[in-house]
């Protein structure tokens, strides 16, 4: 960063992380604030201001690098630019250090996401659709581990929040060996290792900031705090200029099958928004826990084979009558069948024209509902 010096950096946040690293074995010897910024890795000898210092501590990193921001769009439908529809009901830039950039753009989705509001007696909790830690999680992943080099500072990260998803995309595949496979095996490949070691070290104030660590755990944590809502697992997708993580919405009637167990009712407030502006939150809205069909207006399968097999298709058939619309990764676990002979069921399900389908067999957003009223199977 040839064209910095220290006066680019932003004084009082400079003066509290040095406070909070003074017992630091970094920092032992040094004779002054210059040589202590060196030693951290902010600047270099020169006293010219390093990237991952401009970004962490910077007074205004995009004064040099004006993409390197956050953009947050809310779509109204479930692609971009849909037909007869407006472009966006919201759009934010977010931009500062990226501390500042991480929290307005977490503030800036969850006020596009409906409130879920869980009653449990006389207490009422509200909590997002999406969790906020895994939302907070995606979009620090997203600053920490993109790439920074020269072809990729043109570039922002992305937020496009649909009418079924959440999608954080960020410039520049996976590193270091991390594959799809291996995503969440609990190790850390770390592309930028001193803006890591700068947004781990950086002291949190007020309960925002960057909660930054290397310790391989933030995919887990992830995936295990959507299964505790009742929430389809993230999916990741990796490209060679890319990478992007989809969390899922929960649709209108799904709840999570833990509260549902506990006979709490659940409520929905919608985020309004009006003439492209969200507004404040709507009505209450009651939703049933989890509808259910009158066994009598069930379908009775007629499959050969064993007995075993047939109650485990009229047990899935069951499932999909109740939860419609479903995907097989939540048939499998709901009912703890194993993946592959859930899929291979749900193919003869589909093949004898039980159920059907909402998207063509390579769609991820592929789910199964059952045959209208009426369908006679094959």
């Given at each position: 960063m040839p064209e910095t010096d220290v006066s680019d950096l932003d004084a009082e946040q400079v003066a509290?992380?040095?406070?909070?690293?003074?017992?630091?074995?970094?920092?032992?010897?040094?004779?002054?604030?210059?040589?202590?910024?060196?030693?951290?890795?902010?600047?270099?000898?020169?006293?010219?201001?390093?990237?991952?210092?401009?970004?962490?501590?910077?007074?205004?990193?995009?004064?040099?690098?004006?993409?390197?921001?956050?953009?947050?769009?809310?779509?109204?439908?479930?692609?971009?630019?849909?037909?007869?529809?407006?472009?966006?009901?919201?759009?934010?830039?977010?931009?500062?250090?990226?501390?500042?950039?991480?929290?307005?753009?977490?503030?800036?989705?969850?006020?596009?996401?409906?409130?879920?509001?869980?009653?449990?007696?006389?207490?009422?909790?509200?909590?997002?659709?999406?969790?906020?830690?895994?939302?907070?999680?995606?979009i620090v992943n997203a600053v920490a581990h993109r790439e920074y080099r020269k072809l990729f500072v043109g570039q922002s990260v992305a937020i496009d929040i649909y009418r079924d998803r959440v999608e954080v995309t960020s410039p520049g595949g996976l590193w270091g060996g991390k594959t799809l496979a291996n995503l969440a095996d609990g190790t850390s490949r770390c592309r930028n290792s001193t803006l890591m070691h700068l947004m781990e070290t950086m002291p949190v104030r007020n309960g925002d900031g960057l909660h930054a660590e290397r310790q391989g755990s933030g995919i887990p944590f992830m995936i295990n705090m959507m299964r505790e809502r009742g929430l389809p697992d993230p999916a990741f997708y990796a490209g060679i200029d890319q990478f992007k993580v989809v969390l899922w919405r929960p649709s209108a009637e799904m709840a999570p099958a833990e509260h549902a167990s506990r006979r709490k009712e659940i409520v929905v407030t919608s985020c309004n928004v009006t003439n492209g502006i969200p507004q404040s939150r709507s009505t209450d809205?009651?939703?049933?826990?989890?509808?259910?069909?009158?066994?009598?207006?069930?379908?009775?399968?007629?499959?050969d084979g064993s007995s075993h097999r047939k109650e485990r298709l009229q047990q899935i058939m069951n499932f999909v009558e109740e939860r419609a619309p479903v995907g097989i990764q939540e048939i499998s676990e709901s009912l703890d069948i194993n993946l592959a002979t859930t899929r291979r069921d749900i193919r003869a399900l589909l093949k004898a024209g039980y159920i059907q389908a909402t998207a063509p067999a390579q769609s991820r957003r592929r789910r199964y509902y059952p045959a209208p009223a009426g369908h006679s199977p094959s």
């Open positions: 509290r992380y040095l406070a909070a690293m003074s017992s630091s074995k970094a920092l032992r010897g040094v004779a002054d604030d210059a040589q202590a910024l060196e030693r951290l890795g902010i600047t270099d000898k020169q006293g010219t201001v390093r990237l991952a210092g401009l970004l962490t501590l910077g007074a205004y990193p995009q004064q040099y690098f004006p993409a390197l921001v956050i953009e947050v769009a809310h779509h109204p439908g479930t692609e971009k630019s849909e037909p007869g529809q407006p472009r966006f009901l919201d759009r934010v830039t977010c931009d500062g250090a990226l501390s500042e950039t991480v929290t307005d753009a977490v503030r800036a989705v969850l006020r596009n996401l409906r409130t879920i509001s869980y009653v449990d007696g006389v207490s009422r909790h509200d909590t997002p659709e999406i969790p906020e830690e895994v939302l907070r999680e995606a809205t009651a939703l049933d826990i989890l509808p259910t069909m009158p066994h009598s207006n069930r379908v009775c399968l007629d499959f």
